[in-house]
């Protein structure tokens, strides 16, 4: 049986975050989009453009004696897609090697950025 809620965890690089507990993480596996393209005589193509994976509304809880806020900064500036592994309440955990494509700013009310994610992304059986 699935169990669905927010993510448990996040590991970015190899440091491990916890996450907000009443998140609403999106996530999609890297696949493609499809554009029909009508012509005037009735026919059609399909135009197909590959997508990444994205994670999305990740919200994870940052440590300012870890410099968690400036790691993630760094990792954003990369030019090099690093490993990321999200695990769900159930267990179920998701791998792929990502990049930061948007990062919120910390909440220093809650001590949480938001971040989004994309790049090659599976569930792992």
């Known amino acids: 049986m699935a169990a669905y809620g927010a993510a448990e965890s996040a590991v970015l690089k190899g440091r491990r975050y916890s996450t907000a507990n009443d998140d609403t993480v ?10 029909t393209i009508m012509h005037s005589d ?17 919200n994870v809880k940052c440590d300012d004696g870890k410099e968690d806020v400036e790691y993630l900064a760094e990792l954003a500036a990369g030019l090099e897609p690093f ?6 309440v159930d267990g179920t955990v998701y791998t792929g090697r990502m990049m930061i494509t948007d990062q919120g700013e910390l909440d220093l ?6 971040l989004t994610l994309e790049g ?5 059986a």
């Open 120 to 124: 090659d992304l599976e569930k792992m």
């Open 83 to 88: 490993t990321v592994s999200i695990t769900k």
């Open 26 to 35: 999106n996530i999609s596996l890297p696949g493609w989009q499809n554009e």
């Open 109 to 114: 009310s809650t001590g949480y950025v938001e």
């Open 42 to 58: 009735g026919t059609f193509d399909i135009k197909k453009t590959r997508q990444p994976g994205k994670i999305s509304g990740l």
